[in-house]
């Protein structure tokens, strides 16, 4: 979650679907959580620190989830 609203905007164009930023970086969030890649947990380990509290649950969810399924 490196990009601000601003600069995914100037890379991407704006947002094409009617979802405030904040939820659509939670939703990515969640999407990493069940991705079955324990991989993604160091970039989850960052989110902890994000502004949006809904987004830092999220990353402690998605956390939690891929944790469980390590062999």
């Known amino acids: 979650?490196?990009?601000s609203a601003r600069e995914?905007?100037?890379l991407n164009g704006p947002l094409r679907i009617d979802?405030?930023?904040s939820i659509f970086r939670?939703?990515?969030v969640?999407?990493?959580g069940q991705s079955e890649q324990p991989g993604a947990i160091p970039l989850?380990?960052?989110v902890l620190k994000d502004s949006d509290p809904h987004v830092?649950?999220?990353a402690e969810i998605s956390i939690s989830e891929l944790?469980?399924?390590k062999p």
């Open 1 to 3: 979650m490196k990009l």
């Open 8 to 10: 995914y905007e100037d």
């Open 19 to 21: 979802i405030p930023y």
């Open 26 to 28: 939670r939703n990515v």
């Open 30 to 32: 969640a999407a990493l």
């Open 44 to 46: 989850l380990q960052i």
């Open 56 to 58: 830092r649950k999220m």
């Open 67 to 69: 944790q469980d399924r």
